[in-house]
């Protein structure tokens, strides 16, 4: 087996509420490679915290990773308290594993398969409000992490939920934002990693551009 490496990531059944009323307007959910768990159980928010240098390309083939899924650039004063999204794949990524960080959430039967989704929620008494590096990347939250490889160039991506249309973030107060929708042709607010040759990736926690590269 290649050398093992992290993804995290930052998500089943969306919230009934449309409103979208809440306060995050910069939140994003990126997803970090890395090279090993960051902490014993692997939760702790990965080093470095949501900016350029967050690893969204990896190798296919020989390498194994963890992806972190996390919710960043949110509002410290208002926390993290959920998120609710969908992700999609390419058929060769094998996905072997998922740990879930936050300490509630729900799932439809096929999450893990491309096309599946997951909402996840942190209760008041541990609602996120961690800010590493710099003050301005905001607060950031690890919804979870999978441990996968891709047996060729493949990519996996943040999406909106498929029964709502919308990948949403939830505050302490219990205030959703959405961060996308279904409508939304270019989800700016979204990351993807990809792994093999062409680097199709895309890392939302830098300055958001008008539309993807």
Not at 55 to 82: C, M, R
Not at 95 to 124: H, K, Q, Y
Not at 155 to 172: E, Q, R, W, Y
Not at 207 to 212: F, G, L, Q
Request: glycine share 12%; with cysteine.
């Amino acid at each position: 087996m290649g050398k093992i490496l992290p993804v995290v990531i930052v998500a089943c059944l969306p919230w009934s509420s449309d409103s979208g009323g809440g306060q995050h307007g910069e939140a994003v959910i990126a997803i970090h490679l890395s090279s090993d768990v960051h902490v014993k159980d692997g939760c702790g928010v990965p080093t470095p915290p949501c900016d350029s240098l967050l690893h969204t390309s990896g190798e296919a083939q020989s390498t194994n990773y963890f992806a972190y899924v996390l919710v960043a650039k949110a509002d410290p004063t208002l926390g993290i308290g959920g998120a609710s999204f969908g992700i999609h794949h390419g058929q060769s990524l094998g996905l072997f594993g998922w740990n879930r960080c936050a300490p509630s959430g729900t799932s439809n039967e096929e999450w893990e398969r491309s096309r599946s989704a997951i909402s996840v929620t942190w209760d008041s008494t541990r609602c996120q409000r961690s800010q590493p590096g710099r003050p301005s990347n905001g607060s950031i939250a690890c919804v979870g992490f999978f441990y996968l490889a891709a047996y060729s160039p493949s990519h996996l991506s943040i999406t909106p939920h498929p029964l709502n249309g919308k990948a949403v973030v939830l505050d302490c107060s219990g205030d959703t934002t959405v961060v996308a929708t279904r409508s939304d042709s270019s989800s700016l607010r979204l990351g993807t990693v990809s792994f093999g040759p062409r680097d199709s990736s895309y890392n939302p926690c830098g300055p958001i551009p008008r539309k993807r590269p």
